[in-house]
């Protein structure tokens, strides 16, 4: 748009950039993009450049247990305390809470008469835990600070207190340079959205796991990232108007000369007005056959092919490239083709364009089925594109997955998760001692993760296992130093997965006796301990006037038979049935 910003322009209390953050919609954001982090954003409601420096300093092991408390005392819900009237002034931007280090040194000089190398040198100290440096200042913090009026009890308790803080009290100067730069960032991605995701994914297009999750967030902010484009794409992703259109560059099997001349050709010579133009247009020395049919499979050529038939193009290739290069050999030897002769002399003065309606075409046969469309794209390019296999979930959907693979990193070691991915590679283990195991590559719309089968479950689940195959997986999340990954307790295909609903009203949904008799209902229809693959989730809908409220059952309670489990829930007086198929 030809718009120029500096960075250092940037206004700091922009109130759509608040907005942005008050949302959590910091997907792509630096710093700030985790699932946890956006959390506390949503809660903290952040109205100023302070809180976001804060919070960066905040965000870590340790200082995190501090963040329900800073964010209650931000929004009045608890009340700020200073130790000493005297730390009122060095407290007050962090609600009373020791954040950074400056704050240990600045109130070991106002309270305790320290300079400022002094203060530095009790930093070191309290941040290294050097216990015999540590006990001669405390005297001298306690002496200092009794002369200057301070209660030597209330003194010593405040050493203390800066003592446990020190070991996580971050640098300000450093958190306020990310917060800076945090900042920027989020005013982009508030005030230029499909300009900044479009740089987001060209600055990771190396990395499928990111430009995944990227996308994803493109869909939940409505902007539509569209496939590559011959007649439209650059070398990198571009925004024209309000989408985002796949850069060259991400198709695989081509290379960055065969990007440059294609572009340069469409800029002198118009958009390619069919496959034939193309090849006769750039020659196979710098697009050749494997090109053009990554091209054509990722749907860089669906605007040359009538109802976007690939197959059809895929088709006419071979014939395609033999005439092309007939004619350039024609070309060449200054002999030309009496059909593009008279066409020329039909036309203006010069060379004239050639007819390309004579050039050859295939058969017509039909396109691939979609399914096929999709891997193929996935081939090339890394991702789904036209579609993904997973996006004709119904909403109900959604409860059974409520985070995706993408959040996983957030996920408590151990923690029990369920989610519903697709398998995109298996991998078959032999182990010693000669059972068989699976690893699994799961992807959904938001991400990618490996999850591991161990033999007891593989020996039951192997059915389901396959690549391509859409699953339910209920797993627990297994952190190795920087890898997660899930290990699959169970899970089962939901091609044809209905839930089982039961229908409450608010009273019921509060009676004890009522939830009881649920509760022993729902699990004497559970799968038995060693069936696995069958489980039917069980999902209640609470309603209330118009409203309806869905809460998800926990594992334990999933049915094995979820039309012989409504059958006895209505003789048992509830109202239950199974929904339609979750996808549509």
């Not at 203060?119 to 440096?133: Q, S, T, W």
């Amino acid at each position: 748009k030809g718009i120029d910003i500096n960075p250092d322009e940037i206004p700091l209390d922009d109130e759509v950039t608040y907005e942005l953050y008050q949302r959590g919609d910091t997907i792509g954001t630096f710093q700030f993009e985790s699932e946890g982090m956006r959390g506390h954003l949503q809660n903290l409601k952040p109205s100023n450049i302070e809180d976001l420096i804060a919070m960066n300093a905040l965000f870590r092991p340790g200082p995190m247990d501090y963040i329900p408390s800073f964010i209650d005392r931000k929004l009045g819900k608890e009340k700020v305390e200073y130790p000493h009237p005297l730390l009122e002034d060095i407290l007050k931007p962090t609600y009373g809470i020791m954040v950074y280090q400056e704050q240990i040194m600045k109130i070991a000089q106002d309270l305790a008469g320290y300079s400022l190398g002094e203060a530095d040198l009790l930093r070191r100290a309290m941040g290294k835990k050097k216990v015999a440096e540590m006990q001669k200042h405390r005297s001298i913090f306690v002496k200092g600070a009794c002369e200057r009026g301070v209660d030597d009890k209330v003194a010593d308790e405040l050493f203390d207190q800066m003592v446990l803080f020190a070991e996580y009290c971050f640098n300000k100067s450093h958190s306020t340079a990310y917060g800076a730069v945090t900042y920027q960032t989020a005013y982009l991605k508030a005030h230029y959205p499909v300009a900044y995701m479009a740089a987001l994914l060209t600055v990771n297009a190396g990395a499928s796991d990111k430009v995944q999750r990227y996308i994803a967030n493109c869909n939940a902010m409505g902007i539509e990232v569209m496939p590559p484009d011959v007649n439209a794409s650059g070398t990198d992703f571009t925004p024209p108007g309000n989408r985002i259109l796949f850069g060259l560059s991400a198709v695989r099997n081509l290379g960055d000369g065969a990007i440059r001349q294609l572009i340069a050709s469409r800029e002198a010579e118009g958009p390619f007005q069919s496959l034939a133009d193309l090849c006769d247009r750039l020659p196979s020395s710098v697009l050749n056959r494997r090109s053009l049919e990554s091209l054509i499979h990722c749907g860089a050529m669906d605007a040359l092919a009538l109802e976007a038939n690939r197959a059809q193009l895929i088709a006419d290739l071979d014939l395609l490239l033999d005439w092309a290069s007939s004619r350039a050999k024609d070309r060449d030897s200054g002999q030309g083709n009496l059909f593009d002769l008279m066409a020329s002399a039909a036309g203006s003065a010069g060379s004239g364009p050639a007819d390309l309606s004579l050039a050859p075409k295939a058969a017509p046969v039909p396109d691939y089925h979609p399914s096929e469309k999709l891997r193929l794209e996935k081939e090339l390019v890394g991702f789904y594109l036209s579609d993904h296999p997973l996006k004709q979930l119904k909403p109900p959907a959604r409860l059974l997955a409520p985070i995706g693979l993408a959040s996983l990193q957030e996920q408590a070691d151990k923690a029990k998760v369920s989610a519903i991915a697709m398998v995109s590679e298996l991998r078959q283990v032999t182990t010693r001692k000669g059972d068989r195991m699976a690893v699994l590559q799961l992807e959904d719309l938001t991400g990618s993760c490996e999850a591991v089968v161990f033999p007891k479950s593989y020996a039951r689940l192997a059915d389901h296992l396959m690549a391509e195959a859409r699953l339910l997986v209920w797993a627990a999340v297994d952190r190795r130093d920087e890898r997660v990954q899930l290990i699959v307790d169970d899970c089962r295909a939901i091609d044809d997965l209905r839930l089982l609903l039961v229908e409450l009203d608010p009273d019921q949904a509060s009676d004890v006796a009522v939830q009881h008799r649920l509760r022993e209902c729902l699990q004497s229809h559970r799968p038995q301990q060693d069936e696995l693959g069958v489980r039917v989730p069980v999902v209640a809908a609470v309603r209330q006037g118009p409203q309806v409220r869905y809460v998800r059952f926990g594992p334990q309670f999933c049915v094995r038979d979820a039309a012989v489990a409504a059958s006895d829930l209505a003789a048992k007086a509830f109202t239950a049935r199974c929904t339609d198929p979750l996808l549509s």
